[in-house]
Nanobody, 119 residues
């Protein structure tokens, strides 16, 4: 069982920055990748990948955050960060931490942290 605890969300003005953190713990914790998804408000909005980083250091970013967001992790892969800059109102969403387990491919999710960007 993997537990994920996010922090760092909040209210920021357009053009501002925030840094999200996610701390992972649990027995048998062995991640293949760690990442961030977001769930925007409004009907029909689906959860979408923001950024992910693998145990090998490979990163993947959604087109809408390239050049603005940076994902990183500690060497032990117990903490993943998302540095968000040049934030836009459309970045407003609940940001959820994700861990995909090596072997099983099972996804674990955090509770989410709210990011609100005012215009």
């Amino acid at each position: 069982q993997v537990q994920l605890v996010e922090s760092g969300g909040g209210l920021v003005q357009s053009g501002g920055s925030l840094r999200l953190s996610c701390v992972a713990s649990g027995s048998g914790f062995n991640p293949l990748s760690m990442g961030w998804y977001r769930q925007s408000p409004g009907p029909g909005k689906q959860r979408e990948l923001v950024a992910a980083i693998s145990r090998y250091g490979n990163t993947d970013y959604a087109d809408f955050v390239k050049g603005r967001f940076t994902i990183s992790r500690d060497n032990a892969m117990t903490t993943v960060y998302l540095q968000m800059s040049s934030l836009k109102p459309e970045d407003t969403a609940v940001y959820l931490c994700n861990v995909r387990s090596l072997g099983s491919g099972h996804d674990s999710w955090g509770q989410g942290t709210q990011v609100t960007v005012s215009s």
